[in-house]
């Protein structure tokens, strides 16, 4: 079975800051990895997603996941972060084999000027 | 940019009442599912759906909840006597392959049950 953990509900960092969100997996398989955001009041939005290949995934908004097998995490980070990235942040896992994605507990990343 | 869209966006319902949320998925899409978030709590799936019948479904889904795609767009949630517990935002999704294709997410409906 599969489950995913995220270290911090809430996450506050200040404008222009690094953002480094958290997240770690157990998977007895290989495992499909993403990262979502949701926006206030809106739906769930793709942000990145690893499958095979590449373990650095580079998404929207300059936000880019590195997968480590090791340490079965996959930390979503930016650089530099900015007002308009405020919102939740969920990472989730599936199978080749699955069609659900079983998913964190949600991240809420706020924004100080 | 092909969209997910979720009809209602919020519907209020006494306790007892039966409920269907409706979702058009994008037009290729094969795989149909439906997720849902109660305030503070994860997102669980619910159901998946393909080629006109469940492929997989949660112990969440049990016999007060099904689902139907009754023409070639849409794709429904029918809640049977809904409990307070029912409460939470429902989300639609759909995917053109199988997990490890994008999964696109409709805005969510968000059910009251009063």
């Known amino acids: 079975a599969q489950s995913v953990t995220q270290l911090g509900s809430h996450v506050s960092v200040s404008e222009g800051a690094l953002v480094l969100l958290r997240c770690n997996y157990s998977?007895?398989?290989?495992?499909?990895l993403f990262w979502y955001v949701q926006y206030p009041n809106q739906g769930l939005q793709l942000l990145l997603k690893?499958?095979?290949?590449a373990t650095l995934v580079k998404g929207i908004n300059g936000f880019e996941a590195e997968f480590k097998k090791s340490e079965t995490s996959f930390h979503l980070t930016k650089p530099s972060a900015h007002m308009s990235d405020a919102a939740e942040y969920f990472c989730?896992?599936?199978?080749?084999?699955?069609?659900?994605?079983?998913w964190g507990a949600g991240t809420k990343l706020i924004i100080k000027p | 940019e092909p969209e997910v869209t979720q009809t209602p966006s919020h519907q209020v319902t006494q306790m007892g009442q039966e409920v269907i949320l409706r979702c058009v998925p994008i037009s290729n899409h094969l795989y149909f599912y439906w997720y849902r978030q109660i305030l503070g709590q994860k997102v669980e799936f619910l159901v998946s759906?393909?080629?006109?019948?469940?492929?997989?479904k949660s112990e969440i889904f049990d016999d007060q909840f099904s689902v139907e795609r009754p023409d070639g767009s849409n794709f429904t949630l029918k809640i049977r006597s809904t409990k307070l517990e029912d409460s939470a935002m429902y989300f639609c999704?759909?995917?053109?392959?199988?997990?490890?294709?994008?999964?696109?997410f409709g805005e969510g409906s968000w059910l009251t049950v009063v």
């Open positions: 999704a759909s995917s053109g392959d199988q997990a490890g294709n994008t999964i696109y």
């Open positions: 759906f393909y080629n006109n019948e469940i492929s997989e």
């Open positions: 989730a896992v599936s199978v080749p084999s699955n069609y659900q994605l079983i």
């Open positions: 690893y499958t095979t290949g």
């Open positions: 998977s007895s398989v290989p495992p499909y």
